[in-house]
């Protein structure tokens, strides 16, 4: 069968994907998603307890509002889905889409060597994509000018921990499984699975502390049984967004938090005033901590992380606890164990205490192998370009990899508003597609990602994660100056310094008025 022929192709239809295909419209590009529906990990992998982790607000399109955006909770996954799905039918994005469409493998077919860039958009075909249709297993070939890849970090390959030899899932007399099974049974069967039985739930993150609510709801009552978690690294986590009295983007949304912290090409100056104000920057942190140990009984529980709050904000790992999860551990109904090693026997699981405890279950909420589901796709040498030694995937700007022509990525790069963070990305990619500006050489380009892989590591032990929190907005100054927009957005100078920056500060940037004088 031959191939056919395309410009773009975008792999994955989750938020990424759509906002992606809003802003390369014009050129019709076409879609692949594996699934069915749109949404990624909202749809596939999300419990009925799971909701937003930040305000509606600034989890929104610049040119699409919440309706009753006035609401400031946090929608559940269900008003997400309806969210985005919303989205795609105003900007007649469906049509791009081709559903139950999965990419199995990319395999570069364009002239010259990797890493040398020229227009993304050559006139000639610089990509072949295999795609399998999930409902017929059969394989189509398509020849596409470039690749935008946003099949996101999460969902569909678990990461799974390894055991001594003999001392594995297999051994066990329960059941095993990971979250991402869990998630695809429908409410019955998790009622079933959980419902009176001595359930282990492996994880402190916030799949894990989801489960536990829920698990501990479906066993209320006397025979109700305690769900045990399986704790072995802390991070914080908040009860909602206010702190002694004071709103949270206080301390980090805004142009002044964020000059308290370090960030990337900053001026000797600005260094030498972040050194003179890191008491205050810590100082901060422990404000902000001692709001949290009062507020939750993280001591009692033996949950209150060893290092300062803002290492984890730094690395986008900060979790918002659901209100009841403390009242159910004073209920016996949560039960919380700390082992930093542990392995299964016939009954149950045994910790390096030399503890054992029965389980009947055993989930585990240990995360995903986003970077495997590329890599599995990739060929050489590009597989080699997808990681340095730090963990983060290496992209400029959070989007090019300077050794991989002719492709970009969306929704590999973390902020306390993801969904944002990619809409602004996708904005600056479709300006650089239509030949708006040009990126610079390679060389400046990998400097640039070192630089922020260096901030990250000076800013937490976390640095795995390509996380921009601390220093967001400036990280959006430089994206706004490259496209050639204005990187001041608000309309006065106490706004910029005090108010939050969110989506709708990036709203009409196409508007003349926006472009640097």
């Known amino acids: 069968m031959a191939p056919i022929l395309s410009k773009i192709a975008i792999v994955g239809a989750g938020v990424s994907g759509i906002a992606a295909a809003k802003q390369l419209a014009h050129h019709e590009p076409i879609v692949f998603e594996a699934s069915d529906y749109i949404g990624g990990v909202w749809k596939h992998c999300s419990y009925d307890s799971t909701k937003l982790q930040s305000f509606r607000s600034d989890y929104e399109f610049a040119d699409f509002p919440w309706p009753n955006r006035d609401r400031v909770d946090f929608p559940s996954h269900l008003e997400i889905l309806e969210y985005l799905n919303s989205y795609a039918r105003h900007f007649d994005l469906r049509r791009f889409i081709q559903f139950n469409s999965k990419v199995v493998g990319v395999r570069f077919i364009g002239n010259g060597n990797s890493g040398k860039f020229g227009p993304l958009l050559s006139g000639r075909p610089a990509w072949e994509i295999s795609v399998m249709d999930t409902l017929s297993e059969t394989i189509q070939l398509y020849e596409v000018e470039m690749v935008v890849m946003c ?10 921990p390894e055991f001594p030899s003999g001392k594995g899932p297999e051994i066990f007399a329960g059941k ?13 069967e998790t009622n079933e699975l959980l419902k009176g039985k001595r359930v282990a739930i492996i994880g402190y993150k916030k799949s894990a502390i989801d489960l536990a609510v829920e698990c501990a709801q479906a066993n209320q009552g006397e025979e109700g049984k305690g769900c045990t978690m399986v704790v072995r690294g802390l991070h914080w986590t908040v009860p909602h967004y206010w702190v002694w009295g004071l709103p949270f983007f206080f301390f980090f949304s805004t142009r002044s938090s964020q000059f308290l912290h370090e960030r ?4 000797f100056l600005k260094t030498l005033i972040g050194l003179f104000l890191s008491p205050m920057r810590h100082g901060v942190s422990k404000f902000i901590e001692s709001y949290l140990t009062w507020k939750m009984p993280l001591e009692k529980y033996g949950l209150k992380p060893d290092h300062p709050f803002l290492e984890d904000y730094a690395s986008c790992q900060m979790a918002i606890m659901p209100e009841n999860f403390f009242r159910q551990a004073d209920e016996g109904k949560i039960v919380i164990k700390r082992a930093s090693k542990w392995w299964f026997w016939n ?9 054992r405890s029965e389980f009947d279950v055993v989930i585990m909420a240990t995360g995903f192998d986003g970077k495997k589901k590329l890599t599995d796709i990739f060929p050489q040498p590009f597989r080699t370009f997808l990681q340095y030694p730090s963990g983060m995937i290496p992209l400029y700007r959070g989007t090019i990899n300077p050794m991989i022509p002719n492709m970009a990525f969306v929704g590999y790069l973390e902020s306390v508003a993801n969904l944002h963070t990619s809409e602004l990305r996708s904005i600056w990619l479709a300006r650089l597609v239509d030949e708006k500006f040009k990126l610079p050489e390679t060389q400046k380009m990998v400097e ?9 590591k000076r800013s937490t032990r976390f640095y795995k994660r390509h996380c921009i929190s601390t220093y ?15 990187p001041w957005r608000k309309n006065s100078w106490f706004s910029e310094a ?3 920056y969110g989506s709708q500060d990036y709203n009409n940037i196409n508007n003349a008025n926006n472009k640097i004088n």
């Open 176 to 188: 095993v499984m990971h979250s991402l099974d869990y998630c695809k049974l429908g409410k019955e």
């Open 448 to 456: 640039q990602i070192n630089k922020e892989m260096e901030v990250m």
């Open 264 to 267: 990337p090409n900053q001026t």
């Open 472 to 486: 967001s907005i400036n990280h959006s100054d430089q994206i706004c100056e490259e496209m050639g927009w204005n």
């Open 347 to 355: 009954g149950g699981i045994e910790f390096d205490d030399g503890s």
């Open 151 to 160: 099949i996101g970090k999460y969902g569909d390959i678990p990461k799974l």
């Open 498 to 500: 005090f108010s939050p």
